[in-house]
């Protein structure tokens, strides 16, 4: 802390112009360099003093290229060179009527300093701040050895469905983005691609429940921003680990990063096997005019196979200001997926009347190629006056073919299909974003984005009829979407006393086009719409430890291309969803007031929040339409209304002693949704909150404990309700060799309880069902670590750590 204050102090030393130069002084100039690494030492101290009186003549913090400039008048001097564990170097010269270049100017580290050097603070595992939660997922030991969508199952507020759908405070419109832009990691699919993202890549996940202006409006619940591991460090370092499990699970991955000169080049890889089980089971009765059924149903599937992640990528720091990288991802996964239904078809008096046991084998392939360009410029007069430029192509692509073998006791009902759904998105992304500070408090930020994006889908079933493949051309189709999205935007934030501000205006222009072509049906919709999209954020600072904010945005939901296409899934021919091409977006105002403090040894946030939405979009089941499908569900989405939905918003961070930290959160909603859809009403009243706790020991031997206990109250729906669940999971760690290595032993799901149980019914059904994805699972972690090293550091107060690090 003393250096600290030193450094500190002397920038602002000699940040104060000096009045007496005269135009006589001459430049001064060299660099500072690591005499072993040849590496350049920014943030060093270089001062100038008088030789014959010591006095402090001029002074500077050395820039990221190691360089200095300074000012003086002929005489004789010292330079002073200091760096924080380095050896203090000192230089004498002289000036007479012409600039000196000092050179190359090498410091030695100093072991004995070194070895006293401790240091202070580590990233905890939740930091607020009022306009975003930030979660050091990387901190969480029972985050080892999980997928994305595993790690943010995990989040407070934040729910994943039996589908991998994310929701944000029970509202399933989530804008996820990869290091702060949208990425094919995130895939057209987002909830098979975040399955495929390992978890070891990922450093932390930001919530953003109510964005400003500055980020792009879908997004109705709010963003989750995940992002990825990324060094800057000096020389040759990385991390190697190996994680192996059961269920089946096996998962090399390995990270280096490598700084030289002006070039930092980083680089990770992983390979991950799975496999894993899961069943569900559904008891549904169907009420019709003149008689009564019911069907039981049971499921079991075995999923998984390989996938692979590689991201490579470099950092040229074109000088002090100017900063060019460019980065390109792969990702390939090769799955098998089985999956065996069995129906038990009951008449009115009970008894049974058919069973049918139906085989599905499926063959998914997929694959992500991306690059990205992004350019960034610093100017000299303020570090936060900015100029960013990003430029990103992806290409994904995904293909799912299947077997299915159907054999019923039913007359007519055995059948032999294939189905092949070829999937493809080429998207192209251009941003432009400028910051400019023009006070102590003030700023102004702009921004342009164009977005371009065409997914086309080729859905193919085909029947084997006396030996030959014939097409089902009810159910099959070529379905093509294009987007282009302009979007500009405008941001000014200032301070006046203990109150921050901000006001934001977000304007983007939507060119929405699906094309659909099948042997019934061909058809075009367009649809074009302009949305102005205002933000607000007001911050009053109590004292530095408390603040209270208020803020607003407005954000959008547009229909996606699955949303949008009539036809989206045949692999439970009971219960079939289809989109809808008539959707319109769906607009919520969201208003959020929010109390953060910190304290020494913890904090806590509180916040409510409501938001309005206006065409809701809903997905509404009804038996089939058709009176040949006994037994079978037609889903389709609809825009209802109206929802209003409000609650309130509980996060605890505490450390007990030095070795006992916990922290927890509540969550409570309440949604009241309004409208109609086919001539009837549904209105509906959802309260649901969820709760979770998380706490870690830090034992003798180097040993870390941790234990997670996650609990989801009930939910209303338009149609039922989804029943409560809680889970609890464990990891411990040991570290060895000096810090360099780590092994971790974890359960996830140690309970077995992660089971999504749901009771749903309307005037032509009642149904109950449960389903649980996969089982609970072991898992054993091994990580090394070159040219890094894990410590158990003492902690910094948690004022610095949850500090207000918000937009203003």
Do not use: C
Not at 142 to 158: E, F, Q, R, Y
Not at 414 to 421: E, F, G, M, S, W
Request: aromatic letters at 12%; a negative charge.
């Amino acid at each position: 802390m003393k250096a600290l204050f030193l450094a500190v102090f002397t920038t602002i030393l000699f940040s104060i112009p000096n009045w007496s130069i005269a135009a006589t002084e001459y430049q001064v100039r060299g660099k500072i360099i690591d005499a072993s690494s040849k590496e350049p030492l920014a943030y060093a101290t270089a001062s100038i003093h008088d030789k014959t009186t010591n006095e402090l003549v001029d002074g500077q913090i050395t820039q990221e290229s190691g360089t200095f400039q300074l000012q003086v008048k002929p005489g004789s001097y010292y330079l002073e060179v200091k760096f924080i564990s380095y050896e203090t170097k000192n230089i004498n010269f002289i000036v007479s009527n012409s600039d000196i270049n000092l050179g190359d100017i090498m410091l030695t580290v100093d072991s004995q300093e070194l070895e006293e050097v401790v240091v202070q603070g580590r990233k905890e595992q939740v930091e607020f701040s009022l306009d975003k939660k930030t979660f050091n997922v990387n901190e969480n030991i029972s985050n080892i050895g999980k997928n994305a969508s595993d790690i943010l199952d995990n989040l407070p507020s934040v729910q994943v469905d039996v589908e991998g759908n994310v929701s944000l405070r029970g509202n399933d419109n989530v804008n996820i983005l990869i290091n702060g832009k949208p990425s094919g990691m995130a895939g057209m699919s987002s909830q098979d691609a975040l399955r495929m993202l390992q978890g070891n890549m990922i450093e932390r996940v930001e919530v953003i429940t109510n964005p400003s202006a500055r980020y792009d409006a879908e997004g109705t619940g709010g963003i989750i921003n995940i992002v990825l591991k990324e060094d800057a460090q000096k020389g040759l370092n990385g991390t190697f680990g190996l994680d192996a499990g059961y269920p089946d699970l096996i998962r090399p991955n390995a990270s280096i990063n490598y700084r030289s000169g002006k070039f930092n080049f980083f680089a990770g890889a992983g390979l991950s096997y799975r496999r894993y089980n899961g069943y569900g089971e559904s008891y549904t009765t169907y009420y019709e005019t003149d008689t009564t059924y019911a069907t039981d149903s049971r499921r079991d599937h075995d999923r998984g196979g390989i996938s692979q992640n590689y991201r490579v990528g470099a950092d040229y720091f074109i000088n002090d200001n100017n900063k060019l990288t460019l980065t390109g991802i792969y990702n390939v996964g090769d799955e098998t997926n089985n999956t065996t239904l069995i129906y038990h078809d009951f008449d009115v008096y009970d008894s049974l009347r058919y069973i049918t046991n139906r085989d599905d084998t499926e063959q998914e392939d997929e694959s992500l190629i991306e690059t990205s360009l992004n350019y960034e410029k610093t100017f000299s007069d303020h570090e936060d006056h900015k100029l960013t430029a990003y430029l990103q192509y992806r290409d994904n692509s995904e293909l799912e073919q299947s077997d299915i073998d159907q054999v019923s006791t039913k007359p007519d009902s055995d059948v032999i299909q294939k189905v092949r759904n070829d999937e493809g998105e080429k998207t192209q992304l251009a941003q432009v974003d400028y910051i400019h500070p023009f006070s102590e408090t003030g700023k102004f930020e702009l921004g342009i984005r164009t977005s371009l994006r065409n997914i086309r889908n080729d859905y193919l079933i085909e029947s084997l009829e006396n030996e030959i493949w014939v097409r089902e051309d009810s159910l099959s189709n070529d379905f093509e979407y294009q987007e282009n999205i302009y979007a500009a935007y405008a941001i000014y934030g200032n301070k006046f006393g203990k109150i921050s501000y901000q006001l934001g205006l977000r304007v983007e222009a939507t060119n929405i086009e699906t094309t659909l072509e099948s042997e019934i049906l061909d058809d075009t919709n367009t649809k074009k719409y302009v949305n102005y999209f205002p933000s607000g954020h007001f911050t009053y600072e109590m004292n530095e430890n408390q603040n209270v904010q208020l803020s607003y945005s407005r954000r959008l939901r547009r229909p996606s291309f699955r949303n949008l296409n009539p036809i989206s899934g045949f692999s439970d021919y009971r219960n079939l969803r289809f989109g809808n091409p008539d959707l319109n977006p769906e607009l919520t105002d969201s208003y959020e007031l929010g109390y953060l403090h910190n304290w020494e040894t913890g904090s806590f946030y509180g916040g409510i929040y409501y938001n309005h939405t206006t065409d809701e979009i809903d997905r509404l089941t009804f038996p089939s339409p058709n009176p040949d499908d006994d037994g079978v569900m037609h889903s389709k989405l609809y825009n209802l209304a109206t929802e209003d939905a409000y609650g309130f918003e509980i996060n605890v961070s505490q450390d007990f002693t030095d070795w006992w930290t916990m922290n927890g959160d509540f969550n409570f909603f309440r949604r009241i949704t309004a409208g109609e859809a086919r001539g009837e009403s549904f209105d509906a009243d959802a309260r649901s909150y969820s709760a979770r706790v998380n706490t870690k020991f830090d034992l003798p031997q180097d040993i870390d404990f941790q234990a997670n206990l996650n609990y989801r109250g009930p939910q209303n729906t338009t149609q039922g309700k989804r029943l409560a669940f809680y889970t609890v999971d464990l990891g411990a760690t040991r570290d060895f060799f000096d810090g360099k290595a780590t092994l971790t032993a974890s359960v996830q799901d140690l309970f077995n309880t992660r089971k999504y149980r749901n009771e749903s019914a309307d005037t032509g059904f009642e149904s109950s069902s449960v389903f649980q994805w996969r089982s609970r699972q072991f898992i054993l972690s091994f990580t090394y670590r070159l040219n890094q090293k894990k410590s158990r550091e003492d902690k910094q107060d948690n004022s610095q750590n949850n500090n207000n690090d918000g937009e203003l």
